[in-house]
């Protein structure tokens, strides 16, 4: 394969969800192979604990190049973490009668929509195309939780990050460091372009010229500011036709790679059945630095929090003692968002 086409594939394939649009990834190729090397601070923030969500936006990154190479008659052997501290994966690619998927024409179309969703229940037919895509990576599996009652109740658990964010410094300063005011600044920086956030203008104005300042959140706090941004976060997240999680039964740096990928495909078909869809999957993250005892940048009472709201996700869907949410999303039908997040050119070296 020539070097212009594996090039061709990985400008596309970087549009790949990843936290706060951070895109910790750079490549190497030679010949018909591609080295993918993990750019650890890329994504720093105390979410990506043990560089695991950039794991799983590493497996997204692969499964489109998976998939954009099958389009032109490639297939791609993908070995995760092949023993280099931070090489994620090498593809080797190999020549083979075209497989042409019909994710292939929504790579560069999938995109996060933070908008509030029809009030429509989720189509059985597209429940079962989603579930389906999961399936290739068993035991990997997506759940639902559907039903205004139940999803409003789980957002109000998922909500409680926003609480924590207005209350943490370091939660706080890192969402501001990577939130990019402007287009301009965004095409130069990846980060969090505050339209793909989708406030009215009075709330991007306060975010950009109050919030963003510790000494005035932590003021404004004192008069409910960490209570009225979950309630109203919630009942974005309630506008939803279901909350979906992927789930995994171990967590192995190799269970959040595939993750990954099954998630992208689930991303990828959604798209292609008109969804929107936005991640919205903090708490468990957060749950896994208690379980580790890593937590002295959390207060008592935000430990508690995070507990708690971990036991309500795990009795929601489901999820018994051996098995991990890997991503929590929201889902629904709506049309396009407002803006998308920017893409940096892949960063790559021939070798």
């Not at 639902?144 to 410094?169: K, P, Y």
Request: proline share 5%; net charge neutral; aromatic share 8%.
């Amino acid at each position: 394969m020539k070097t212009d086409d594996i090039r061709r594939i990985l400008e596309m394939a970087v549009n790949a969800p990843s936290g706060d649009n951070s895109q910790p990834w750079r490549f190497e190729i030679s010949d018909d192979r591609i080295s993918i090397y993990n750019v650890p601070e890329g994504d720093a923030t105390l979410y990506n604990f043990r560089q695991r969500g950039s794991y799983l936006s590493h497996g997204a990154l692969v499964e489109n190049i998976c998939i954009l190479a099958a389009a032109v008659g490639y297939s791609a052997s993908v070995t995760p973490f092949p023993g280099d501290r931070e090489k994620t994966a090498e593809i080797a690619l190999s020549r083979t009668e075209e497989d042409f998927s019909d994710l292939s024409r929504v790579v560069s179309d999938r995109t996060t929509n933070r908008k509030p969703y029809e009030p429509r229940a989720l189509d059985a037919v597209h429940r079962d195309a989603l579930t389906q895509e999961v399936a290739r990576f068993a035991p990997i599996c997506v759940r639902f939780v559907e039903g205004s009652e139940s999803v409003g109740e789980l957002s109000d658990t998922l909500s409680i990050n926003e609480r924590i964010l207005m209350e943490n410094r370091s939660l706080h300063d890192f969402l501001f460091d990577m939130i990019r005011w402007t287009e301009a600044e965004e095409q130069m920086r990846p980060g969090l372009y505050i339209r793909t956030m989708e406030f009215p203008l009075p709330v991007r104005l306060m975010l950009r010229f109050v919030i963003r300042h510790w000494h005035l959140t932590r003021l404004l706090n004192a008069f409910g500011l960490s209570h009225t941004i979950p309630r109203q976060s919630s009942a974005g997240y309630a506008a939803s036709s279901a909350i979906g999680a992927i789930i995994m039964t171990g967590e192995r740096n190799e269970d959040f790679f595939n993750a990954g990928r099954a998630f992208e495909r689930l991303w990828l078909r959604a798209t292609t059945l008109g969804l929107s869809l936005q991640p919205v999957t903090a708490l468990p993250y957060l749950e896994q630095r208690l379980r580790s005892g890593q937590t002295e940048t959390l207060s008592d009472a935000h430990k508690e929090l995070v507990r708690i709201a971990n036991r309500h996700i795990h009795e929601l869907f489901a999820i018994t003692a051996n098995e991990h949410a890997a991503m929590i999303f929201r889902i629904g039908y709506d049309g396009r968002p407002t803006a998308r997040s920017h893409k940096l050119p892949p960063r790559i070296t021939s070798v």
